[in-house]
Structure formats: C-alpha cells, structure tokens
C-alpha cells in the first residue's frame, strides 16, 4: 500500500517558537491534504496542494509542496497555545485517502 | 459543526458482541469514508461508499461491514469484536465520488470493548 511517512512523530516548542511537520511519500503525489485534530476532537482540512513547488499560507501556518510532489511541510511561525494538536497529511490515490502517521504538536506557555 | 453527525458518541460492549455506527453525511455530500483511529494512531481506511456503491476498501477486517442507505446514511457493522477493536471510529463525507475534495469528519464514536 502508498507508504506516508511524517515527521517528527511528537514535537514540544515553547510558545513563539516555530514549528515544521514534514510529510514524504515513496511515490510522486497528484495532491496532498493537510488536515489538524484537536486534542478529544476530529480532523479538520486545512488545505490542499496539487502543484509541483505550491507554497501558500493561512496566516502562521505556511504549507508547502516540493518540486518533485514527493514530499510536503507545514510550518507555523510563533506557536500559540491554540496550535496544539495533530497534524496530518493525507494523499488520495487509488480511490482512498491515505493519511500520515501525524505529527502531535504541544506548545508550552 | 462539520454537519457530519455520528452516533453513538461513545458506546462500551464485551467481546463477542456486535454493534452497529451511524453516520449521516453533509447535506449534499454523496461519499461516505469510515476510518478507525486507535490510541495514539493514525487514521486508518476502512471503506469508501459512493451514492450508495461501494467505492474503495482499505484494510477492513472481515469481521466488519458498512453499507450506504438511499438517504445516503450510511452504518458501520462491527461483529465478533475483540479488545483489539476499541477505537475511535470516524466517518467522513464528501461531495465528490472520488477524492481528492475536502473530507468533513464526524466527531466520532469511541468504542470500548472489554
């Protein structure tokens, strides 16, 4: 099945600090999806990208898809307390939607 | 509210047993996903339906079994379960017959069996 790897698995910054997920794939990607959980809560998109090199931004959070559409990142610029959560990166191929393993962010105040 | 209601919220059984998800969609949103989410796990694919076909299937035990009503409800049937099995269930609508549009997650049903 599609390997997705995601990295780091668990990741603790301390409030204003920056935070990177990454997510990479063994095969080239049509599209990746990006997707937070809550803590007691459910996945919620953040935002897709489908072009080779793509780089846009919600505010803090800065998605990126790479050059070769084998790897994605997320980054968030001066954590705040609300950022805490999962983060997923999920990729459709073969009619499902497959999702990393997550990245479990906490922001210490 | 992602529009996607799921019921039960939380549900205990024993081993052995067998119990039945509910999940009903957005309004609109003709694509059904069921994922299992285990402690400290990703989310893992179980099955697909779409306007009430079979779309995709994942790595569903045999043990388990969904369908999609013409209303576009759709159930999760869970039978013989095994403590292995406590999870988080979620369900999951989208508008298009195949991805990738934005998947709504329900809030999910935990189950624990004992």
């Known amino acids: 099945g599609q390997q997705v790897m995601q990295i780091p698995q668990y990741q603790h910054v301390q409030e204003g600090e920056d935070f990177t997920t990454y997510c990479n794939s063994s095969?080239?990607?049509?599209?990746i999806q990006w997707y937070k959980q809550r803590p007691g809560g459910h996945p919620v998109f953040l935002i897709q990208?489908?072009?080779?090199?793509e780089v846009k931004k919600q505010k803090r959070l800065t998605f990126q898809f790479g050059e070769a559409k084998k790897n994605s990142s997320l980054h968030i610029t001066a954590t705040q307390t609300t950022d805490v959560g999962t983060y997923f990166c999920?990729?459709?191929?073969?009619?499902?939607?497959?999702f990393g393993t997550g990245t479990s962010l906490t922001v210490i105040p | 509210d992602s529009g996607v209601t799921q019921t039960p919220k939380h549900l205990i059984t024993a081993t052995g047993q067998r119990v039945t998800l509910r999940c009903s969609p957005r309004s609109g949103d003709l694509s059904v996903y069921w994922y299992q989410q285990s402690l400290d796990q990703g989310l893992q694919f179980l099955i697909q339906?779409?306007?009430?076909?079979?779309?995709a299937k994942g790595n569903i035990l045999e043990r388990f079994s969904a369908q999609q009503f013409p209303d576009l409800h759709s159930e999760l049937n869970l039978s013989s379960l095994e403590l292995g099995d406590s999870a988080l269930y979620f369900c999951?609508?989208?508008?298009?017959?195949?991805?990738?549009?934005?998947?709504?997650f329900g809030e999910g049903s935990r189950l624990t069996v004992l």
């Open positions: 339906y779409y306007n009430g076909e079979e779309r």
């Open positions: 095969t080239t990607l049509s599209n």
């Open positions: 999951a609508s989208s508008v298009a017959p195949q991805g990738p549009g934005e998947l709504f």
């Open positions: 999920a990729l459709y191929t073969g009619n499902q939607f497959y």
């Open positions: 990208l489908v072009k080779s090199g």
